[in-house]
């Protein structure tokens, strides 16, 4: 395929898929299948295209608006190759739970395939005129397929959503204005893009300029920006007040994919933009990130254990584990200290644990969206962590693949959940053991939350209205195992992932200035 627009293709492959599946009525969510399946296959080519030294690949660059400092700039390494192969397969997870959609599907599978063409440019984009626009793609159909086929709530859940999210969007719009204005001398425009960017703030450079135009004092007003916009989209504490509503009014598939994917695009806009750029200012200010990110770990944990509806618990749930990210990466701002091997094994092992609990997190928590959407199809609606009990016995099947699912969660050894949250710690402690060791509480409360799920799911007397729960028939099967079994395969080969990844990772750590 040499010589094709590979990324580009990608990211407009969802488009058509879109403006196909809107005409298509009942047959929408078979298009929806079809394009998103090819989109998986695209993604994983890519997977194997990248470069060996960990720098970026595929890149495609056209002029566009030169004076203002756009360009069409698009490039993928280890950590946006593989967030394009999760975008993939979430989507693809999405599309197939969502087979009971009966009002409008044309525009709800429409819909959902913008979206994902809008995670897949966020991924790829390399500069911030091109990157915000699917930014803010990607949060238009969001909104609409809650706002559309939410909950009893939808409303003010959509709203809230819309809102928090798009503050966040004006905050890094602002800051990279700033960014744009301190970079323009009489000789050149001003840059957005952000290798360039990146290479100005490693030298110094950067601040200086924004300091000459702005202020000494603005640099840090700008991180403190962009780390609020990011923060929002994680979501971290206390940005995270959005999500329980929004996760538990929203239709399961599309849960799974706020969840599973979105999320990501806060850890990645942290990795890509934040970190490279206001890595100094990050440093600066470590401590207090460290402490909202443990609480945001052990917080997400407890806010878990107080829920009785499942969605809610898998929403905090998921801003426990996200949390871990934010320790990681917040960790790794210390300045480097010259012949300090053991310093750079820590970073490199937080850095690639960070990366990892990314693709992990969205492949486990997106099935556990999914088996609460089968819990409720099967039911009648229920999905209340008292309205079940004993289903491993009418449905051993369910109760078999759907614990496996929880026991990733947990981070049992042996499962995909496990490796991501270990090499994590591995980093972390010997960068900030106290915010390490306060965070194992997370761990610890956690086990318990996913213990109680089960024990109250699958265990006990069987309640009236699930005495025929019918176990998985054959298509349900199919569509699970693949899920299943990647987190089997990662579990037992972290290597798959690890050794990819990397070659980015330390080539990220040879670039960044703290």
Not at 22 to 35: E, F, M, N, Q
Request: overall charge neutral; charged content about 10%.
């Amino acid at each position: 395929m040499s010589g094709i627009p590979i990324l580009t293709l990608l990211t407009v492959l969802p488009l058509v898929g879109a403006a196909i599946a809107v005409v298509s009525g009942k047959h929408a969510r078979g298009v929806a299948i079809l394009t998103t399946g090819a989109c998986v296959a695209l993604a994983l080519y890519i997977w194997t295209q990248l470069p060996l030294n960990g720098s970026m690949g595929l890149v495609e660059w056209h002029a566009w608006a030169p004076s203002l400092g756009i360009e069409y700039h698009l490039g993928v390494d280890g950590l946006g190759a593989l967030m394009l192969v999760l975008s993939a397969i979430v989507t693809l997870m999405s599309v197939d739970a969502a087979h009971r959609v009966h009002h409008q599907p044309g525009l709800y599978f429409a819909l959902v395939l913008v979206l994902e063409s809008g995670l897949f440019g966020s991924f790829t984009a390399l500069n911030f005129f091109h990157w915000f626009l699917f930014w803010e793609l990607s949060l238009i159909p969001a909104f609409f397929l809650i706002k559309l086929w939410g909950g009893a709530r939808r409303g003010p859940a959509a709203t809230q959503f819309f809102v928090y999210t798009m503050a966040g969007s004006v905050a890094l719009l602002v800051a990279f204005l700033a960014v744009f204005v301190s970079t323009t001398t009489a000789d050149s425009p001003g840059t957005m893009d952000f290798s360039r960017l990146a290479f100005l703030a490693s030298t110094g450079t950067l601040e200086s300029m924004v300091a000459a135009h702005l202020g000494s004092h603005v640099m840090m007003w700008l991180a403190a920006g962009v780390l609020a916009g990011f923060a929002v989209k994680v979501p971290m504490f206390p940005f995270h007040t959005w999500l329980p509503a929004a996760y538990a009014e929203a239709p399961s598939p599309v849960t799974m994919l706020l969840t599973g994917a979105m999320s990501k695009m806060g850890v990645y806009g942290l990795l890509r933009i934040a970190v490279p750029l206001f890595g100094h200012q990050i440093a600066q200010i470590r401590t207090p990130l460290l402490v909202l990110a443990v609480a945001t770990v052990v917080m997400g944990a407890w806010a878990a254990a107080a829920q009785k509806d499942l969605k809610r618990v898998f929403a905090y749930s998921s801003v426990n584990h996200l949390g871990y990210c934010l320790l990681g990466i917040f960790a790794l701002a210390v300045p480097f200290s010259a012949g300090d091997a053991g310093q750079l094994t820590s970073q490199a092992a937080a850095l690639n644990g960070v990366i990892l609990q990314m693709f992990n997190h969205g492949i486990t928590a997106a099935a556990l969206f999914w088996f609460v959407a089968l819990l409720q199809q099967r039911t009648g609606g229920h999905r209340g962590i008292d309205d079940f009990g004993g289903l491993r016995k009418p449905a051993p099947v369910f109760a078999g693949l759907m614990g496996i699912a929880l026991f990733s969660s947990l981070g049992l050894p042996g499962l995909n959940g496990f490796v991501g949250e270990f090499l994590i710690f591995r980093g972390v402690f010997s960068l900030a053991w106290v915010a390490s060791t306060v965070s194992i509480l997370g761990l610890l409360v956690t086990a318990a939350v996913i213990l109680t799920v089960i024990q109250k799911v699958f265990t006990g007397p069987v309640p009236e209205h699930c005495a025929g729960f019918p176990d998985l028939h054959t298509g349900e099967r199919m569509a699970l195992a693949p899920v299943i079994g990647l987190m089997l395969l990662i579990g037992i080969l972290p290597g798959l992932i690890v050794n990819s990844v990397n070659p980015t990772v330390l080539d990220l750590l040879r670039h960044w200035r703290f």
